[in-house]
T-cell receptor
Framework: GEDVEQSLFLSVREGDSSVINCTYT??????LYWYKQEPGAGLQLLTY?????DMKQDQRLTVLLNKKDKHLSLRIADTQTGDSAIYFC????????????FGRGTSLIVHP | DGGITQSPKYLFRKEGQNVTLSCEQN?????MYWYRQDPGQGLRLIYY???????QKGDIAEGYSVSREKKESFPLTVTSAQKNPTAFYLC?????????????FGEGSRLTVL
């Protein structure tokens, strides 16, 4: 079955790199996503990676996928206070309805 | 601008009352979804619809109902049968089965039962 696990909290200092980790259980995952949620708002897609890729980089964001260990990570370089939010990992399965399964979210706190 | 609009943003309800949350999208998306968010529990799928006049139950459909009479609209009714309705409700849409599965979310509706 599908299950996505994340740690609940991460605290970093402004200017440092943040690494948010996620594990998933379904080896047939097709797409893996990172969404960002700011307080009191909806989710916005930050980036996604197709399961045949190992890495994807987009400006300050780097996504790493380890298919063997079913581990996904999101690295945010030069973390700013505006990056403080909840980050959700999600997966979807090809051949189904593509409805993503979400993790519980990691609250990133950036302090000066 | 294209997007998803949820209303109301805040809603208070007395126990035993039904309430309906509105969700409208002008993205011409085929699929629409309702999620419930509780602190520390992530997003749980209530209902989804992949085409007009059709919808399916998600993981926690009990105590909720939906309709999909128009492509752009997917209202959610929280009935009195829902035992713990206080939560943040998120509506989302996507292009359907032929895309990457990216969801576009509304800003959410916070329901509080008094």
């Amino acid at each position: 079955g599908e299950d996505v696990e994340q740690s609940l909290f991460l605290s970093v200092r402004e200017g440092d790199s943040s690494v948010i980790n996620c594990t998933y259980t379904d080896s047939s995952s097709t797409y893996l996503y990172w969404y960002k949620q700011e307080p009191g708002a909806g989710l916005q897609l930050l980036t996604y990676i197709f399961s045949n890729m190992d890495m994807k980089q987009d400006q300050r964001l780097t996504v790493l996928l380890n298919k063997k260990d079913k581990h996904l990570s999101l690295r945010i370089a030069d973390t700013q206070t505006g990056d403080s939010a909840i980050y959700f990992c999600a997966e979807s399965i090809q051949g189904g309805s593509y409805i993503p399964t979400f993790g519980r979210g990691t609250s990133l706190i950036v302090h000066p | 601008d294209g997007g998803i609009t949820q209303s109301p943003k805040y809603l208070f309800r007395k126990e035993g009352q039904n309430v309906t949350l509105s969700c409208e999208q002008n993205l011409n998306h085929d699929a629409m979804y309702w999620y419930r968010q509780d602190p520390g529990q992530g997003l749980r799928l209530i209902y989804y619809s992949q085409i007009v006049n059709d919808f399916q139950k998600g993981d926690i459909a009990e105590g909720y109902s939906v309709s999909r009479e128009k492509k752009e609209s997917f209202p959610l009714t929280v009935t009195s049968a829902q035992k713990n309705p206080t939560a943040f409700y998120l509506c989302a849409s996507s292009r359907g089965q032929t895309n990457t599965g990216e969801l576009f979310f509304g800003e959410g509706s916070r329901l509080t039962v008094l």
